[in-house]
């Protein structure tokens, strides 16, 4: 992987890092990680990605990581999606034409959904890591609660101890209460999964068996509400909500890699 980079955007509010490809790029791929974590945790993602001939870029949503912003809040879906557009016209506008893929992750991929929901013709194929698009109405409830408690959501995010230590020694990751406006954003995962039968665009949905923290029912019912024919499902036994930091990592990404690698030449 060539030497990585890292700059910022909309008026320098949002942060963002680049990795470029071993070889001539031949597409870009854009991530959107998830709740109370940031662009660097990818660094791993983008190592597998890039030897497959694409850049990879990653932004810290409002809010998140280096980005400007009350910590772990995007304000809104909507907030998130308008930021993200701006990401992908300054990808765009690296990118020589070059086809464009999305990668989602938990809270990301809600956002990646929303997105695709706006802009789809913006993209070559969209891929979904544990999408938030299954919530627990206890949790949205806690916007009106009095008091907001600390979920304890690290503790869930791989069944690797290191990566859970990690997570929690990372001073760019966000370890309190949800905030209020994330958890009203929350709530809005109801107007997303209705645009769902919009999608056509080709799409990978990944998610572990064993995730703690989104239902696996998100996987199902996203599969079974969009109208992408070229649609590819994933439940990985047993991993758990982060499958991209999982002990079998290897075997997830290749399969991400693969997957684009795939529809690169199909975008050809």
């Excluded at 209460?177 to 994330?182: H, S, V």
């Amino acid at each position: 992987m060539g030497q990585s980079g890292e700059g910022r955007f909309a008026d320098g509010r949002l942060y963002y890092r680049c990795w470029p490809s071993d070889e001539p790029a031949r597409g870009e791929v854009v991530i959107a990680h998830g709740f109370a974590e940031h662009s660097g945790r990818y660094g791993h993602v983008a190592k597998v990605l890039t030897g497959s001939g694409v850049n990879v870029w990653a932004l810290d949503h409002g809010g998140h990581g280096r980005s400007e912003g009350e910590r772990a809040n995007i304000e809104s879906v909507g907030k998130a999606v308008a930021d993200l557009d701006l990401f992908v016209d300054l990808v765009a506008e690296s990118s020589s034409s070059r086809p464009i893929f999305l990668v989602g992750h938990s809270m990301g991929g809600l956002i990646a959904a929303a997105y695709a929901e706006e802009h789809q013709d913006r993209l070559v194929g969209l891929a979904l890591s544990a999408p938030l698009l299954h919530v627990d109405p206890a949790i949205a409830a806690l916007a009106d609660a009095e008091e907001i408690p600390d979920l304890g959501l690290a503790d869930a995010v791989s069944s690797d101890p290191a990566v859970v230590q990690a997570y929690k020694d990372g001073p760019l990751n966000y370890l309190g209460p949800p905030p209020r406006d994330f958890l009203r954003s929350v709530g809005q995962v109801e107007e997303v999964r209705k645009r769902l039968p919009e999608l056509t665009l080709p799409m990978l949905i990944m998610q572990g068996s064993a995730d703690l923290l989104v239902s696996p029912q998100a996987l199902k019912d996203t599969v079974g509400a969009v109208s992408s024919e070229d649609l590819t499902a994933v439940l990985w036994p047993g991993l758990w909500h982060e499958i991209f930091n999982e002990p079998n990592q290897e075997e997830v990404l290749a399969a991400l890699s693969a997957w684009i690698v795939k529809h690169l030449l199909l975008a050809a």
